[in-house]
């Protein structure tokens, strides 16, 4: 049986190009309760250090559709958004956001 983490990994992973998901989704559907979602981002930076290098970052987002970018990542990120055909406005906010969440079966 897989942990929670490898879990958060395996779904973090399944965000097709062009869509976003969010914490909570994340760790909803890994089977963590309603503060797992806090725990997301820990899990998937501590498995980048440990060599698996192709999370999808950019596609992870808040429940309100907003963007985590630092001035460190700003440039790299807002490329990969345009590239995927994902639009975030003048407030980090994804345009159209409910039609580009992926949703977990």
Request: charged share 30%; aromatic share 10%; glycine share 10%.
């Given at each position: 049986?897989?942990?929670?983490?490898?879990?958060?990994?395996?779904?973090?992973?399944?965000?097709?190009?062009?869509?976003?998901?969010?914490?909570?989704?994340?760790?909803?559907?890994?089977?963590?309760?309603?503060?797992?979602?806090?725990?997301?981002?820990?899990?998937?930076?501590?498995?980048?250090?440990a060599g698996q290098k192709?999370?999808?970052?950019?596609?992870?987002?808040?429940?309100?559709?907003?963007?985590?970018?630092?001035?460190?990542?700003?440039?790299?990120?807002l490329k990969l958004y345009?590239?995927?055909?994902?639009?975030?406005?003048?407030?980090?906010?994804?345009?159209?956001?409910?039609?580009?969440?992926?949703?977990?079966?």
């Amino acid at each position: 049986m897989k942990t929670f983490s490898e879990r958060v990994v395996e779904l973090a992973l399944m965000v097709p190009e062009g869509m976003v998901t969010t914490y909570g989704a994340i760790a909803k559907a890994a089977g963590g309760g309603s503060m797992a979602s806090r725990s997301v981002t820990g899990i998937l930076g501590k498995a980048y250090m440990a060599g698996q290098k192709d999370i999808p970052f950019h596609r992870i987002v808040y429940s309100n559709g907003t963007v985590w970018i630092d001035a460190a990542h700003k440039e790299k990120r807002l490329k990969l958004y345009k590239k995927e055909g994902i639009e975030v406005d003048a407030k980090g906010v994804i345009k159209d956001f409910r039609d580009k969440l992926f949703e977990f079966k």
